[in-house]
């Protein structure tokens, strides 16, 4: 009965940490890949630092909305999970 709980935690503990890592990876490369491009823009135009501070703003915001996407993701699915339980 404790192995078969532990399981259940274990399974618990991989998933969460999995969306974790997942969020991370994705603001990550949202911000580099706005800076990227900020600074390929720069480059390309001479206009520096203008482009670079624009698009890592968006990369920042865009960041932040995998996140929040990534999360309400998560709660509705635990919340359909909830629902099954019952």
Same mark, same amino acid.
């Given at each position: 009965? @404790?192995? &078969? ?7 618990? %503990?991989? +998933?969460? $940490? ?11 490369? @949202?911000? &580099? ?7 390929? %823009?720069? +480059?390309? $135009? ?41």
């Amino acid at each position: 009965m @404790a192995s &078969a709980y532990m399981d259940e935690e274990k399974k618990r %503990l991989i +998933k969460t $940490l999995g969306m974790i890592s997942t969020m991370g990876i994705s603001m990550a490369v @949202a911000i &580099a890949l706005g800076v990227y491009i900020g600074w390929t %823009l720069d +480059k390309w $135009l001479e206009t520096r630092p203008w482009f670079f501070f624009i698009f890592l703003f968006f990369g920042i915001v865009a960041g932040f909305r995998n996140i929040f996407i990534i999360a309400g993701r998560e709660i509705k699915k635990d919340d359909e999970g909830e629902d099954k339980r019952k």
